[in-house]
């Protein structure tokens, strides 16, 4: 399990999980959230949000938490591992 991807319900834990998985594996921690979300929650463009996914999604590891429905198919195809 290289990269691990955890989908769910809004509120259902994923990130709490997910933080809790990274560290118990030591490896990268990625919250979509953080990616879709600017400050004051303002939403970040589909463009730039799509470029910051794609950076990540070719790491060598990861965890990665949140629905994004849009970039799910995309998402599973570097997942090895997907939890829900």
Request: glycine share 4%.
């Amino acid at each position: 399990m290289k990269r691990i991807l955890i989908i769910g319900s809004s509120g259902a834990g994923k990130s709490t999980f997910s933080k809790k998985l990274a560290k118990k594996l030591k490896t990268n921690n990625i919250h979509l959230d953080h990616l879709f979300w600017l400050p004051e929650w303002k939403e970040r463009n589909k463009e730039d949000f799509d470029k910051l996914l794609a950076k990540e999604l070719i790491k060598d590891r990861w965890i990665m938490d949140g629905n994004y429905h849009r970039t799910l198919s995309k998402r599973l195809r570097y997942a090895d591992t997907v939890i829900h």
